[in-house]
């Protein structure tokens, strides 16, 4: 794995979520032609094999990302898109686990109905 500075991840992180943003404003718009009256529900990107007292753990911290009870690194609805369709919010998470996986990361899209 190589070790990202700060700069370097904050980089990442935005590419994923703009990423994100995109692939989820796109199957909102195309795939449900813009009604969001499916199940609502949420969805995350999680990176995993980075230990958080690890020189690339303390770098991801400081770039924003938190890690959740597993210990893996997560973020929320990393398309940002204010809508409760899963289905919608699942497309950004893929997107943005894509790009940290192009970037050397083991990263996984999750979600879960609400």
């Known amino acids: 794995m190589i070790n990202y500075e700060i700069d370097d991840l904050k980089f990442i992180i935005a590419k994923a979520k703009t990423a994100a943003n995109k692939a989820s404003r796109e199957y909102l718009d195309v795939t449900l032609k813009g009604e969001d009256n499916y199940p609502c529900g949420f969805a995350w ?3 995993h094999g980075v ?8 770098n991801m911290k400081a770039a924003g990302v938190e890690q959740d009870y597993t210990k893996a690194f997560q973020i929320w609805n990393p398309g940002n898109v204010n809508v409760q369709n899963v289905d919608v919010k699942e497309a950004g998470a893929q997107a943005a686990a ?3 996986t192009a970037y050397g990361f083991k990263a996984y899209a ?5």
């Open 45 to 47: 990107v999680s990176i």
């Open 51 to 58: 230990k958080g007292n690890t020189k690339l753990g303390r």
């Open 98 to 100: 894509d790009v940290f």
């Open 110 to 114: 999750g979600s879960r109905l609400d």
